[in-house]
């Protein structure tokens, strides 16, 4: 669960936002006094350099906010319950935006767009995404990337695991992770081993080029340590809220499947995983800090992608208008939208967590629903309230 748009500008927010802004403002100005290029419109398959991958996230990024969980991993069980109809309506290509952490993988992977955005009110959003960014580019493997995000030695030959099933895989991460853990002589080869990997992940993601602060790193070294300590048994946490029972692992959202019963998340084959591994290699997956409601990030969005020549495809938006109603900043949202170039056929992926009324959507077991709606029907607005907004003209999922 994303919440985009709330407290922005509160003092937990700000502890680690200032330097990120003085220097994102002091970037912007000199790029338009030396009369900074637009991004280049896109070649297939060719990588952005570095240097504009780094200069795109400042550029588009505005203000960061405050939303009370860590959003290490996703809450939405169903999550994955869109896929079948996503790749019934061709939406290959073009630019895929979304927001939060990893489940975005997920339909990058189903979608292969050209390049992706992910944007989140959270900067601490874009430094997870640069700790996975570091870990994938480095990962040939499911079985290497998930050893290393949970801090464990990977098999001997990691080639062998490249047709295994993610069942397969998983079993074997978390059967390591364990023994690793219960062995009190390993233990303290473990956490050397971990330091010396994040030494590597450290170097890795300052090479980006991007402007982060000492606390940004330890930011990012903490994420990685929650991965590492909790192993595939972590899960979504709220702040001040207490856990709910049906908030997934991530081990579950790992070995989710589709509505037909399918496995088909980003790790659930080599060339699923493969798909986003390439595309972060190529700096085509690039994090900004964004509120869908905000004045300034989603339109830069929109400069940038006409400047590439590119159309959204699909926008994953979670239950971020939820909080945007509550608000009342979703007609600020549907402004920032109308400024998006997009495919005639481009689509807004949502999860709703409903109580007390059903959505038409909604697939038994599952507590929360993942839809699907015609971004045209989105940007016509003309909506009555949230529930409107999340069944109109609502896509089938089988």
Not at 71 to 76: D, P, Y
Not at 222 to 239: E, K, N, V
Not at 366 to 374: G, I, K, M, R, S
Request: charged share 20%.
């Amino acid at each position: 669960m994303i919440a985009a748009g709330r407290v922005a500008g509160s003092p937990a927010a700000r502890s680690g936002l200032e330097r990120w802004t003085w220097l994102v403002v002091l970037v912007a100005a000199a790029a338009c006094d030396a009369g900074q290029p637009p991004a280049r419109s896109l070649e297939a398959q060719e990588p952005i350099p570095r240097a504009e991958f780094a200069a795109l996230v400042q550029r588009i990024s505005e203000d960061g906010g405050y939303f009370d969980t860590d959003n290490l991993i996703s809450n939405e069980t169903g999550y994955l319950n869109v896929m079948d109809a996503l790749g019934r309506r061709g939406l290959q290509g073009g630019a895929y935006v979304g927001v939060g952490p990893d489940q975005n993988y997920s339909y990058i992977a189903q979608l292969r767009p050209d390049v992706a955005f992910l944007t989140d009110v959270r900067r601490d959003n874009v430094l997870q995404h640069l700790l996975l960014k570091a870990l994938i580019e480095h990962a040939p493997t499911r079985v290497e990337f998930l050893s290393a995000l949970h801090g464990v030695t990977p098999p001997a030959d990691p080639s062998t695991w490249e047709g295994a099933s993610v069942e397969a895989v998983v079993a074997w991460v978390d059967s390591a992770w364990a023994e690793e853990r219960a062995d009190p002589e390993r233990r303290g080869d473990a956490t050397a081993d971990f330091d010396a990997l994040h030494d590597r992940v450290r170097s890795a993601i300052d090479a980006y080029g991007l402007p982060l602060s000492e606390s940004d790193f330890v930011t990012i070294r903490r994420f990685h340590r929650s991965f590492a300590d909790q192993g595939l048994s972590l899960r979504f946490t709220s702040f001040g809220r207490p856990p709910r029972p049906y908030y997934p692992t991530y081990r579950q959202l790992t070995l989710e499947t589709d509505v037909d019963g399918d496995r088909v998340s980003y790790l659930a084959s080599s060339e699923r995983y493969a798909v986003v591994r390439d595309m972060h290699r190529a700096n085509r997956i690039i994090p900004v800090v964004g509120d869908l409601a905000g004045r300034s990030a989603l339109r830069a969005l929109g400069d940038v992608m006409r400047e590439m020549g590119v159309e959204l495809r699909a926008f994953y938006v979670s239950n971020v208008e939820f909080y945007l109603w509550q608000l009342r900043t979703f007609d600020r949202w549907l402004g920032n939208a109308r400024a998006l170039p997009a495919n005639g056929d481009a689509v807004v992926i949502r999860s709703y967590f409903g109580n007390f009324r059903g959505h038409p959507s909604a697939v038994p077991g599952y507590y929360a629903t993942q839809t699907l709606q015609p971004w045209s029907t989105l940007v016509a607005g003309g909506f009555s309230g949230y529930w409107e907004t999340i069944t109109r003209d609502v896509i089938p999922l089988d």
